[in-house]
């Protein structure tokens, strides 16, 4: 027997839109859209990823959860997700959907700070829907490298972007691989995966825990 809708309750993808709608009214810049990300722009996302890898999943900015709901389809287990969110009424509503997952509230800018008594090994991917054409390339830069010194080496630091041109310049420190344009998403976005590379064109062969110890690969 098909499910049935409880009368007078929206819709959970309606009451995440007027979420969203209400966090950018009061804070465009951190909050970035107006609405949540779409299904296949989450699952564009998650594609990136390995389940089969191990440490943790680290998310920037999860929102209200549609490229969460995308990983943990993709494999990734809920426990081993670290979601980072500025909103302390995002982080109530995450803990709420993924209790097994790790909740952090505060500013993905400075997520090493947050992680550095939680993230016990390195991490095999970074996934963010940061806002990043809303920071100073600096900023965006210092994001980057942040995540690349918590990852495995060749994990990816992925990222989707409304703009046609990469928030990341191109550089031979790392390779971008880009997404087609994922034109289902309102409005159109496209997925960048970036991974760190050593002057021979391979992953570097260690990482920083947040301790300030390197642990060799």
Known sequence: MPRQRQSGKPPVRIEDEARFLRSWVERPLVTGAVTPSGKMLARTMASYLDPAATGPVIELGPGTGPVTEAILRRGVPENRLILVEYSA?????????????????????????????????????????????????????????????????????????????????????????????????????????????????????????????????
Not at 93 to 110: E, H, K, S, V, W
Not at 140 to 164: C, E, I, W
Not at 192 to 202: L, P, S
């Open 89 to 217: 009424d995002f982080c109530s509503l995450l803990a709420r959907r993924f209790p097994a997952a790790t909740i952090l509230q505060g500013d993905a800018y400075n997520f090493p700070e947050l992680l550095a008594e939680r993230l016990q090994e390195p991490a095999a991917a970074t996934v963010s829907s940061l806002p990043l054409f809303t920071k100073p390339l600096p900023m965006r830069m210092k994001l980057l490298n942040d995540a690349f010194h918590l990852m495995q080496p060749g994990a990816p630091f992925v990222q989707f972007t409304y703009s046609p041109v990469s928030p990341i310049p191109k550089s031979d420190d790392y390779s971008s691989q880009p997404s087609g344009r994922v034109w289902w998403n309102l409005p159109p976005a496209r997925v960048w995966a970036y991974r760190r590379q050593n002057a021979n064109g391979h992953a570097h062969a260690h990482q920083a825990l947040p301790n300030g110890k390197h642990r060799p690969r």
